[in-house]
């Protein structure tokens, strides 16, 4: 299995922006998947595969009646619209509201999402961008089922200090407590930082020195720049290269590493998850 849940404390880091990122550059097939309760942003900054518009009604919203009667894996794909650039995306819900729909169907997405790379017939990977969590936010209950939950976090001090008791808060919801370095609870919490490239590796030893130090039971597991730019070329408000952008560079680094210190506990991938994706003209939050 793997799903891979990205989250963030408060603010505005960045999380669908490296969700994007993420999944544009994954190296098997994925889906990403709003499952932000509090609504989903690519509906209203991304082009659809046949150039126009996402179909809101689409996705998350349409998924709720088909759960409530259980949810194979592959019915997920009756949900999903791809990107311009191939991206298959499960749209998210267009206001908070919407959310009252998904009450207590969390947990069987969440074994939907992580089952969805044993499927026989049409096998992904799934990232699901969970937007800002707290304690009592429902896409925490995707978590349990995750192989990776990745806190997304800027290098400010006090958003350092959000990530730190936000990753000791759900070590201890998750695993009963803080974890050791080497321990192989699943799902695993990782932090990705969001920084000026020029900084990167002192700030991420120097973030994941706090993390131990704190016995937060997560780790960095990686960098994505600070690359406005990029962001903009994502979300299809600037024309330029975008693999060749920091963001894309980074974000490639990120999965290469994850994969090549997780990857061999997933599913490996069979010969028809072969799939090479374009970066979507897809979001950024």
């Keep these: 299995?793997?799903?891979?849940?990205?989250?963030?404390?408060?603010?505005?880091?960045?999380?669908?922006?490296?969700?994007?990122?993420?999944?544009?550059?994954?190296?098997?097939?994925?889906?990403?998947?709003?499952?932000?309760?509090?609504?989903?942003?690519?509906?209203?900054?991304?082009?659809?595969?046949?150039?126009?518009?996402?179909?809101?009604?689409?996705?998350m919203l349409s998924i709720a009646a088909t759960a409530r009667r259980g949810l194979v894996p592959d019915q997920l794909w009756d949900h999903v619209q791809p990107l311009s650039g191939g991206l298959e995306v499960l749209v998210g819900l267009g206001i908070a509201e919407q959310a009252a729909g998904l009450a207590g169907l969390w947990p069987?997405?969440?074994?939907?999402?992580?089952?969805?790379?044993?499927?026989?017939?049409?096998?992904?990977d799934v990232i699901a961008d969970c937007g800002r969590i707290s304690g009592d936010t429902p896409a925490v209950e995707l978590f349990p089922h995750a192989a990776l939950v990745l806190l997304v976090s800027r290098t400010e001090p006090e958003a350092i200090a959000r990530v730190r008791d936000r990753a000791a808060a759900l070590s201890a919801k998750l695993h009963g407590g803080p974890r050791g370095?080497?321990?192989?609870?699943?799902?695993?919490?990782?932090?990705?930082?969001?920084?000026?490239?020029?900084?990167?590796?002192?700030?991420?030893?120097?973030?994941?020195?706090?993390?131990?130090?704190?016995?937060?039971?997560?780790?960095?597991?990686?960098?994505?720049?600070?690359?406005?730019?990029?962001?903009?070329?994502?979300?299809?408000?600037?024309?330029?290269?975008?693999?060749?952008?920091?963001?894309?560079r980074s974000a490639r680094k990120v999965t290469a590493d994850l994969y090549q210190q997780y990857g061999a506990a997933w599913t490996v991938p069979s010969q028809s998850q072969s799939q090479s994706h374009q970066a979507p003209q897809g979001a950024g939050r």
């Design 1 to 59: 299995m793997a799903l891979i849940a990205l989250a963030a404390d408060k603010g505005s880091p960045g999380v669908t922006t490296a969700a994007v990122a993420l999944a544009a550059v994954w190296p098997r097939r994925v889906l990403l998947a709003e499952t932000d309760p509090a609504g989903g942003d690519l509906v209203y900054r991304s082009a659809a595969a046949h150039g126009g518009l996402l179909n809101p009604n689409t996705g």
């Design 108 to 124: 069987t997405l969440g074994r939907a999402f992580a089952s969805l790379a044993d499927s026989p017939h049409a096998p992904a």
């Design 181 to 248: 370095a080497a321990s192989l609870a699943t799902p695993l919490i990782g932090v990705v930082l969001i920084v000026d490239p020029n900084n990167a590796g002192k700030l991420a030893g120097q973030v994941n020195d706090m993390l131990v130090h704190a016995q937060t039971g997560a780790r960095v597991v990686g960098t994505i720049a600070d690359d406005p730019a990029g962001a903009d070329q994502l979300a299809g408000r600037k024309r330029g290269r975008l693999d060749k952008s920091l963001l894309i």
